[in-house]
């Protein structure tokens, strides 16, 4: 079946650092990858998304690129600020049930 | 547009009892999903209705089942309790079949005691 692994967390970056948060994922086909962010107390909103190979998702700062020859999705961002303190979770969707599959998620605490 | 809305927020109840949640969708959505959200198994599909049809369904015992009305709300239900099942209780819904894009409500919080 399906799957998602990502960066186990807790991450604990200082403000305007670089982030990194890597994704890998399972699936047969040609799945639709996202990223969707928790911040406390909410639910889940979508981030980004990229739909094919070698598409570039990006929002709000953050990027990540689908690749397919390494079936990752890492999620990137040049500096970060204390406001994108959140769980961050990769998911992905395949098959022909669009149903989504979400990594564990990871806790990202960004101090001043 | 009002946004998905889960009731109720907070839930206690002990072992042996039955549970009802509740989510509306976005006005015009059609696809509700439900995911159990716990800190060591992260979020675990529990199952989709599309226009009051179970489209898939996570493997879960018996004792979780929901419906969908015509209305696109959506209930689920647990029978007898466990104290594993205290977890957050996210719906979240869709605008396309494709579930392109999901909407989530901010959770029923379960405690079993």
């Known amino acids: 079946g399906n799957s998602v692994t990502q960066t186990e967390g807790p991450v604990t970056l200082s403000e305007e650092a670089f982030l990194t948060i890597n994704c890998t994922y399972t699936?047969?086909?040609?799945?639709?990858l996202f990223w969707y962010v928790q911040y406390p107390g909410e639910g889940l909103q979508l981030l980004l998304k990229?739909?094919?190979?070698?598409d570039k998702g990006s929002n709000k700062g953050f990027e990540a690129t689908y690749r397919k020859e390494t079936t990752s999705f890492h999620l990137e961002k040049g500096s970060v600020q204390v406001s994108d303190s959140a769980v961050y979770f990769c998911?992905?969707?395949?098959?022909?049930?669009?149903?989504?599959?979400f990594g564990k998620g990871t806790l990202l605490t960004v101090n001043p | 547009k009002a946004g998905v809305t889960q009731t109720p927020r907070y839930l206690i109840k002990t072992r042996g009892q039955q549970v009802t949640l509740s989510c509306s969708p976005i006005?015009?959505?059609?696809?509700v999903s439900w995911y159990q959200q716990t800190p060591g198994q992260g979020l675990q599909f529990l199952f989709e209705?599309?226009?009051?049809?179970?489209?898939n369904k996570g493997n879960f015992p018996g004792r979780f089942s929901g419906r969908q009305f015509s209305n696109s709300r959506s209930e689920m239900n647990v029978s007898t309790l466990e104290l594993g099942d205290s977890a957050l209780y996210l719906c979240?819904?869709?605008?396309?079949?494709?579930?392109?894009?999901?909407?989530f409500g901010s959770g029923t919080q379960l405690s079993v005691l």
């Open positions: 006005s015009g959505h059609r696809s």
């Open positions: 209705y599309f226009s009051e049809t179970q489209r």
């Open positions: 998911a992905l969707r395949g098959g022909s049930n669009y149903k989504l599959t």
């Open positions: 699936a047969t086909g040609y799945p639709s």
């Open positions: 990229a739909t094919k190979a070698d």
């Open positions: 979240a819904s869709s605008d396309t079949s494709t579930n392109e894009k999901l909407f």
